[in-house]
């Protein structure tokens, strides 16, 4: 069997200005602009252009960024970067072949799956993805070797009112290397430069405020802060877009009156993750002492929350001095994911104040509901949606604590504003609320979709003094433009996103209708027409006439193929049936076989196809997790035949046995970190823990290791506090996510890695392995029926050709299950002709976290005999699975009846073609003895692998 060479393509990851990375400075923990890239020179932002278009209180920025790649090789561009509340991402477009190409919405996990796959092609695409909260992340292929990338952007801004003017602050420290950065605001009212001592020019005829910037224009954060007066009158903006007419209207209710608010005990919820060391904790416990201080005497009970809640501390503040209670929360160390569900109700309160980001990581369990109102506090880089919907269902308000000029923000928490029961709009559509609460100033803000000109919205408020009605007319001929549009689409998904598990068909509909990426929609951009036709993706308007004309020529018959595929699958486990049915000699071989390591061709470069769509019965399978135990009865008589059958076979290879056990070898990581760890004192453990971490925040293989040594001093629950950070270095990477699944399998707590699996496979169902890996954490839960469904959807599914064998490896999967819980499992859905169980004395089975790489499972039996992809058969019997040299696994070792003697299992790191997480590959082993009998017995081990060529002795079967 030949290998390929597989080359290794760099990634840069870029993070700037506005679209800033919460970077952790080991010091002054400060965000700031981060541009990493592993070449011989950092890409250069050559140019920068910046225009805002305002409308009513509204603003349109469109970044026009020009990437220079001084590096004679090709990089793929990766920006991630989140926004600050009220802002969404719009639309994007990048150049290809000199001029610029839209970009057009796609479901989210197609998206992804699409951009790798023509991605491994070598040819353009570019994918802008929203992550979590309201952080995005833009990848762009290629940027050339010596060469420039054009990219266009446009981010839509709600505009904040303070005495009587907007204001919009533009983060432009990623430019301060550009000399000249031409700035135009397009609007009704002159802009000025908050920050900045020179007027900017102005047109009052074209309604145009212009000048160019530099650095000395911005302040020492890169800011820069745009003011223009905002009218008194109500502001109602109508507006005609592609998706309907819509009205966005900014109102004062006359009058409005706070309700006083006090409270005696207040539940303080502290966020003590890893992404807190981004948070300003200066002005955190600034806005702290002011809440406290005026509320004089009250009792605070302090929650920290990491992966699991602390119990609380108490504290009683007299005469405001909070000082006992922030020298605690000073203390603490910023460590380990977010677990909404940790939270609890404390005794006595009446009054809960969450402070963090809102990034619940660590589950897929929705935010509790808690018995008094519930405010929170936020800066920097926050899930404000998701916090403004939990604030708003507890009648109380998200404060964002953007610098000390919004400290006095605080003192709302001391009063209820006046509340918008509901808008009721004759003529108009689905108003939607930007929050229930009036604002300081007393207005409130909602859109609308507006079905007649002569439409009229009633809202019904309350404050201190009484019910009232306010009418506003939303009349007026409809201007051309999508800001009112886009504000409504960004209200609406606001709100679902709350809930999003319930909304995931409509938050895909809306992104698809308004060309705006959100949790289950992202925009794409590919080269060629003929790739929108091949992934189904409808392109820009421009190549529509063409794409219709291939969609014809390509359409194919799905049952069809579903059918030739279950053929084949068939043909190839007929074979391994008769391999199974076959006596193999348990003798030496006449001539000895070559011991030695086989020499290896040169690895040439790899060819992907494209993946097709995933099966339904993935979804099935999550769906059916807590199916009642009432069909049971009836399952039992459908399979009762093939359930018979396996249970014969099973007898038999369990009297056929030999003794056989499992040693594993015995690995530790040699890094200076883990050195340094096992040799600290136990009362330093931690604290050396948080010391070494600040050269190694963001390395995945430290927290392992450091988790590790914890685990084995002692610490299990700091080491799975540790281990938990994997979770929070990269939002929503699939990678990490099934990383630490793997972790937590190795250690038994199947229950904490199941939510994680199920959240990978929302995010890469184009992978049979993310529906692997979650059937055998359903397996393992007791979810009989579930795992079934997805091991078949795996066995059945079409898949892309670089996973061969994995659709072998998950039915054998599947009927050692049925087997097992025969009377659980519903099989007439199922090709009969599958329904055969093999089952075998010795399994191994190899899997890896790193996409587009390649890991090798070696075998060599008591005869000197290995079995690997150039050797796949045994004199004795023992087979390998085909090579996967693509990414992830499984490779697959089995022999039915060993013969006496040691069975040497190693791991070798043959090659990648994809930078892997912190240049290491994560290896996960699954050893069996009597597998798919009532004796099996399994055990599992992770380890790592640096460098290619790396070969690593694991463990070993010992058959008596």
Same mark, same amino acid.
């Given at each position: 069997?030949?290998?390929?060479?597989?080359?290794?393509?760099?990634?840069?990851?870029?993070?700037?200005?506005?679209?800033?990375?919460?970077?952790?400075?080991?010091?002054?923990?400060?965000?700031?602009?981060?541009?990493?890239?592993?070449?011989?020179?950092?890409?250069?932002?050559?140019?920068?252009?910046? @225009?805002?278009?305002?409308?009513?209180?509204?603003?349109?920025?469109?970044?026009?960024?020009? &990437?220079?790649?001084?590096?004679?090789?090709?990089?793929?561009?990766?920006?991630?970067?989140?926004? =600050?509340?009220?802002?969404?991402?719009?639309?994007?477009?990048?150049?290809?072949? %000199?001029?610029?190409?839209?970009?057009?919405?796609?479901?989210? =996990?197609?998206?992804?799956?699409? &951009?790798?796959?023509?991605?491994?092609?070598?040819?353009?695409?570019?994918?802008?993805?929203? @992550?979590?909260?309201?952080?995005?992340?833009?990848?762009?292929?290629?940027?050339?070797?010596?060469?420039?990338?054009?990219?266009?952007?446009?981010?839509?801004?709600?505009?904040?009112?303070?005495?009587?003017?907007?204001?919009?602050?533009?983060?432009?420290?990623?430019?301060?290397?550009?000399?000249?950065?031409?700035?135009?605001?397009?609007?009704?009212?002159?802009?000025?430069?908050?920050?900045? +001592?020179?007027?900017?020019?102005?047109?009052?005829?074209?309604?145009?405020?212009?000048?160019? #910037?530099?650095?000395?224009?911005?302040?020492?954060?890169?800011?820069?802060?745009?003011?223009?007066?905002?009218?008194?009158?109500?502001?109602?903006?109508?507006?005609?877009?592609?998706?309907?007419?819509?009205?966005?209207?900014?109102?004062?209710?006359?009058?409005?009156?706070?309700?006083?608010?006090?409270?005696?005990?207040?539940?303080?919820?502290?966020?003590?993750?890893?992404?807190?060391?981004?948070?300003?904790?200066?002005?955190?416990?600034?806005?702290?002492?002011?809440?406290?201080?005026?509320?004089?005497?009250?009792?605070?009970?302090?929650?920290?929350?990491?992966?699991?809640?602390?119990?609380?501390?108490?504290?009683?503040?007299?005469?405001?001095?909070?000082?006992?209670?922030?020298?605690?929360?000073?203390?603490?160390?910023?460590?380990?994911?977010? $677990?909404?569900?940790?939270?609890?109700?404390?005794? %006595?309160?009446?009054?809960?104040?969450?402070?963090?980001? +809102?990034? &619940?990581?660590?589950?897929?369990? =929705?935010?509790?509901?808690?018995?008094?109102?519930?405010?929170?506090?936020?800066?920097?880089?926050?899930?404000?949606?998701?916090?403004?919907?939990?604030?708003?269902?507890?009648?109380?308000?998200?404060?964002?604590?953007?610098?000390?000029?919004?400290?006095?923000?605080?003192?709302?928490?001391?009063?209820?504003?006046?509340?918008?029961?509901?808008?009721?709009?004759?003529?108009?559509?689905?108003?939607? #609320?930007?929050?229930?609460?009036?604002?300081?100033?007393?207005?409130?803000?909602?859109?609308?979709?507006?079905?007649?000109?002569?439409?009229?919205?009633?809202?019904?408020?309350?404050?201190?003094?009484?019910? &009232?009605?306010?009418?506003?007319?939303?009349?007026?001929?409809?201007?051309?433009? /999508?800001?009112?549009?886009?504000?409504?689409?960004?209200?609406?998904?606001?709100? !679902?996103?709350?809930?999003?598990?319930?909304?995931?068909?409509?938050?895909?509909?809306?992104?698809?209708?308004?060309?705006?990426?959100?949790?289950?929609?992202?925009?794409?951009?590919?080269?060629?027409?003929?790739?929108?036709?091949?992934?189904?993706?409808?392109?820009?308007?421009?190549?529509?006439?063409?794409?219709?004309?291939?969609?014809?020529?390509?359409?194919?018959?799905?049952?069809?193929?579903?059918?030739?595929?279950?053929?084949? !699958? =068939?043909?190839?486990?007929?074979?391994?049936?008769?391999?199974?049915?076959?006596?193999?000699?348990?003798?030496?071989?006449?001539?000895?076989?070559?011991?030695?390591?086989?020499?290896?061709?040169?690895?040439?470069?790899?060819?992907?196809?494209?993946?097709?769509?995933?099966?339904?019965?993935?979804?099935?399978?999550?769906?059916?997790?807590?199916?009642?135990?009432?069909?049971?009865?009836?399952?039992?008589?459908?399979?009762?035949?093939?359930?018979?059958?396996?249970? $014969?076979?099973?007898?038999?290879?369990?009297?056929?046995?030999?003794?056989?056990?499992?040693?594993?070898?015995?690995?530790?990581?040699?890094?200076?970190?883990?050195?340094?760890?096992?040799?600290?004192?136990?009362?330093?453990?931690?604290?050396?823990?948080?010391?070494?971490?600040?050269?190694? /925040?963001?390395?995945?293989?430290?927290?392992?290791?450091?988790?590790?040594?914890?685990?084995?001093? +002692?610490?299990?629950?700091?080491?799975?506090?540790?281990?938990?950070?994997?979770?929070?270095?990269?939002?929503?990477?699939?990678?990490?996510?099934?990383?630490?699944?793997?972790?937590?399998?190795?250690?038994?707590?199947?229950?904490?890695?199941?939510?994680?699996?199920?959240?990978?496979?929302?995010?890469?169902?184009?992978?049979?392995?993310?529906? /692997?890996?979650?059937?055998?954490?359903?397996?393992?839960?007791?979810?009989?029926?579930?795992?079934?469904?997805?091991?078949?959807?795996?066995?059945?599914?079409?898949?892309?050709?670089?996973?061969?064998?994995?659709?072998?490896?998950?039915?054998?999967?599947?009927?050692?299950?049925?087997?097992?819980?025969?009377?659980?499992?519903?099989?007439?859905?199922?090709?009969?002709?599958?329904?055969?169980?093999?089952?075998?004395?010795?399994?191994?089975?190899?899997?890896?976290?790193?996409?587009?790489?390649?890991?090798?499972?070696?075998?060599?039996?008591?005869?000197?005999?290995?079995?690997?992809?150039?050797?796949?058969?045994?004199?004795?019997?023992?087979?390998?699975?085909?090579?996967? @040299?693509?990414?992830?696994?499984?490779?697959?070792?089995?022999?039915?009846?060993?013969?006496?003697?040691?069975?040497?299992?190693?791991?070798?790191?043959?090659?990648?073609?994809?930078?892997?997480?912190? +240049?290491?590959?994560?290896?996960?082993?699954?050893?069996?003895?009597?597998?798919?009998?009532?004796?099996?017995?399994?055990?599992?081990?992770?380890?790592?692998?640096?460098?290619?060529?790396?070969?690593?002795?694991?463990?070993?079967?010992?058959?008596?």
């Amino acid at each position: 069997m030949r290998k390929h060479r597989i080359a290794v393509r760099l990634m840069l990851t870029v993070a700037m200005g506005v679209f800033m990375q919460a970077g952790f400075a080991q010091n002054d923990l400060q965000i700031r602009p981060i541009m990493h890239v592993n070449a011989a020179a950092p890409v250069a932002l050559s140019s920068a252009e910046v @225009t805002v278009t305002t409308a009513g209180n509204e603003a349109w920025i469109r970044y026009d960024l020009v &990437f220079q790649n001084p590096n004679a090789r090709v990089l793929e561009g990766q920006l991630d970067f989140p926004l =600050a509340d009220g802002q969404q991402v719009v639309g994007f477009a990048l150049d290809i072949n %000199g001029e610029m190409r839209e970009a057009v919405p796609v479901p989210k =996990a197609k998206g992804r799956a699409v &951009f790798e796959s023509i991605e491994r092609r070598n040819v353009d695409p570019a994918l802008l993805e929203q @992550t979590a909260g309201n952080h995005y992340n833009l990848r762009v292929y290629p940027i050339p070797a010596n060469g420039t990338r054009r990219v266009r952007l446009w981010v839509a801004q709600s505009l904040k009112r303070e005495d009587n003017r907007y204001s919009l602050p533009l983060m432009l420290d990623f430019a301060r290397s550009v000399q000249r950065i031409p700035l135009s605001v397009e609007g009704a009212e002159r802009a000025h430069m908050a920050n900045v +001592g020179r007027r900017m020019a102005w047109s009052a005829k074209d309604q145009r405020t212009w000048t160019v #910037l530099d650095a000395r224009d911005l302040d020492r954060s890169g800011q820069l802060r745009l003011e223009w007066q905002a009218g008194e009158s109500p502001s109602v903006l109508v507006q005609r877009a592609p998706q309907g007419d819509f009205a966005l209207v900014d109102l004062p209710l006359a009058d409005a009156t706070p309700a006083a608010s006090r409270f005696r005990h207040l539940a303080l919820i502290w966020d003590a993750s890893l992404s807190g060391l981004g948070r300003d904790h200066d002005l955190e416990l600034a806005a702290l002492e002011r809440l406290l201080a005026k509320a004089g005497n009250v009792r605070v009970s302090l929650q920290v929350l990491r992966n699991r809640v602390d119990a609380p501390r108490v504290f009683e503040i007299r005469d405001g001095d909070s000082a006992a209670l922030q020298a605690a929360i000073r203390a603490l160390p910023y460590d380990g994911a977010t $677990r909404a569900s940790a939270i609890r109700p404390v005794v %006595g309160a009446d009054r809960y104040l969450y402070v963090g980001d +809102g990034l &619940f990581n660590l589950g897929v369990d =929705a935010v509790p509901t808690l018995p008094a109102r519930l405010d929170a506090w936020a800066n920097g880089a926050a899930d404000a949606p998701a916090l403004r919907a939990w604030t708003a269902r507890h009648r109380g308000q998200l404060f964002m604590l953007d610098g000390t000029a919004s400290l006095p923000r605080v003192d709302d928490m001391f009063s209820t504003p006046a509340v918008v029961d509901r808008v009721m709009v004759p003529g108009g559509t689905d108003a939607v #609320l930007e929050s229930p609460f009036a604002d300081a100033d007393g207005r409130i803000r909602f859109a609308v979709q507006r079905e007649s000109n002569d439409a009229i919205a009633t809202v019904h408020w309350h404050d201190a003094r009484g019910a &009232f009605t306010t009418a506003v007319p939303l009349a007026g001929e409809a201007k051309e433009g /999508r800001m009112a549009a886009y504000t409504w689409a960004r209200l609406k998904m606001a709100g !679902l996103e709350a809930n999003r598990a319930m909304h995931r068909t409509e938050l895909q509909e809306l992104g698809k209708r308004f060309g705006i990426p959100n949790s289950e929609s992202s925009l794409i951009v590919l080269d060629s027409v003929a790739d929108y036709a091949n992934f189904d993706i409808p392109p820009p308007a421009t190549l529509l006439a063409q794409w219709t004309a291939l969609k014809a020529e390509k359409a194919l018959d799905a049952r069809i193929k579903t059918k030739a595929k279950l053929d084949d !699958l =068939a043909e190839r486990y007929d074979e391994r049936g008769q391999w199974w049915a076959k006596k193999f000699p348990k003798d030496a071989p006449d001539i000895a076989p070559d011991r030695s390591v086989v020499a290896v061709d040169a690895m040439a470069p790899m060819v992907m196809s494209a993946p097709p769509s995933p099966p339904e019965p993935s979804r099935v399978a999550m769906e059916r997790a807590s199916e009642a135990d009432g069909e049971r009865a009836m399952m039992a008589q459908s399979r009762a035949r093939p359930a018979a059958a396996a249970a $014969r076979d099973a007898a038999g290879i369990v009297a056929s046995q030999p003794t056989a056990t499992i040693r594993i070898q015995a690995w530790k990581s040699d890094a200076p970190e883990a050195k340094r760890l096992r040799a600290a004192p136990a009362s330093e453990l931690y604290a050396t823990y948080l010391d070494a971490r600040k050269a190694m /925040r963001s390395s995945p293989a430290f927290y392992m290791d450091a988790a590790e040594v914890m685990r084995e001093r +002692g610490e299990p629950l700091l080491a799975q506090r540790v281990l938990s950070n994997l979770a929070e270095l990269q939002i929503e990477d699939r990678h990490l996510l099934r990383l630490l699944a793997y972790r937590l399998e190795e250690l038994g707590a199947w229950d904490e890695a199941l939510p994680l699996l199920k959240r990978v496979l929302e995010l890469a169902p184009d992978e049979p392995q993310s529906h /692997r890996d979650l059937a055998l954490a359903l397996q393992a839960t007791g979810h009989y029926q579930a795992a079934a469904d997805a091991f078949y959807a795996v066995a059945s599914g079409q898949w892309d050709s670089r996973f061969s064998d994995i659709d072998l490896i998950s039915l054998v999967e599947l009927n050692a299950l049925i087997n097992k819980h025969a009377d659980k499992v519903r099989i007439t859905d199922f090709d009969q002709r599958l329904i055969k169980h093999y089952p075998v004395g010795l399994r191994t089975v190899l899997s890896w976290d790193a996409d587009n790489s390649d890991m090798d499972l070696w075998v060599t039996d008591p005869n000197g005999e290995r079995v690997y992809y150039g050797h796949t058969a045994s004199y004795q019997g023992g087979r390998i699975s085909r090579d996967f @040299t693509g990414g992830y696994g499984p490779e697959e070792f089995v022999l039915r009846v060993p013969k006496k003697g040691r069975y040497k299992i190693e791991a070798n790191y043959f090659g990648d073609r994809h930078q892997v997480l912190a +240049g290491e590959t994560t290896l996960m082993l699954v050893f069996s003895t009597g597998y798919g009998t009532s004796a099996q017995k399994d055990q599992r081990v992770t380890l790592r692998l640096k460098d290619k060529k790396e070969t690593i002795a694991v463990g070993e079967f010992v058959v008596e």
